[in-house]
């Protein structure tokens, strides 16, 4: 198994500009989610999914898109990058909403320049 | 809201010294509770929770963290560190009655180990 994998793992991006980070798991997790951590703050979750087609926003939604058409993937589009967004975003995944072990991706490595 | 606080963002300790990592949260009622381990430049991994039973638990790596309900703790403890346990760690709480078991996180405190 890979485990959780999230591709790239670092990004310098311009101010205005447009990506997608991704994200898939090969455990058949149903449940996934994204946060991003910066200094001092922990991790906050941007949007979660608890199955194929089904998504919905975690604390800190707002500049984040996401979708979710198979169980393995779950990407996050950052529609227009702003500085704010310049973080560290970690990928996650569990069986489910009950199973509560997470597993975690490498981690994103996002500037916005 | 729930929250929590892990009280300090840095502690430094010798190695071979014993180590507590300091968790603090808001509900008094039942919650879940979680201690994850972030190594440098990796994703996090689970250390040890708590859900229910004994307040005493071990977890991987040595570790083992005591819940107290009255205080509201979940103190991190290890009796000797070494050397491959500088890492940040992350105290996480389900808040009761939340029907998306949506995970709360504390700051992290990072684990400096002194040779």
């Known amino acids: 198994n890979a485990g959780v994998t999230q591709t790239p793992k670092f990004q310098v991006l311009k101010t205005g500009q447009s990506m997608t980070l991704q994200c898939a798991q090969d455990?058949?997790?149903?449940?996934m989610s994204w946060y991003r951590q910066d200094p001092g703050m922990g991790l906050r979750l941007i949007h979660y999914?608890?199955?194929?087609?089904?998504?919905d926003q975690g604390e800190v939604p707002n500049g984040y898109n996401v979708s979710r058409s198979t169980t393995e993937d779950f990407p996050l589009r950052l529609l227009s990058a702003a500085p704010s967004q310049t973080s560290v975003y970690f990928c996650?995944?569990?069986?489910?909403?009950?199973?509560?072990?997470?597993?975690f991706g490498p981690g994103t490595r996002l500037t916005v320049t | 809201a729930q929250s929590v606080t892990q009280l300090d963002s840095q502690v430094p300790v010798f190695e071979e010294a014993p180590v507590e990592l300091r968790c603090n949260y808001s509900s008094s009622v039942s919650v879940y509770l979680f201690w994850y381990v972030q190594y440098p430049n990796q994703g996090l991994q689970l250390l040890l929770k708590y859900l229910s039973g004994s307040t005493l638990v071990k977890g991987i790596n040595g570790f083992e963290a005591e819940f107290n309900k009255s205080q509201t703790s979940f103190h991190l403890r290890k009796p000797s560190v070494h050397i491959s346990d500088t890492a940040e760690y992350f105290c996480?709480?389900?808040?009761?009655?939340?029907?998306?078991?949506?995970?709360?996180w504390g700051a992290g405190t990072k684990l400096i180990i002194k040779p």
């Open positions: 999914s608890v199955g194929a087609g089904i998504t």
């Open positions: 996480a709480v389900i808040p009761p009655m939340d029907s998306n078991y949506q995970l709360i």
């Open positions: 455990m058949n997790h149903e449940y």
């Open positions: 996650a995944s569990s069986y489910g909403q009950t199973s509560y072990e997470q597993y």
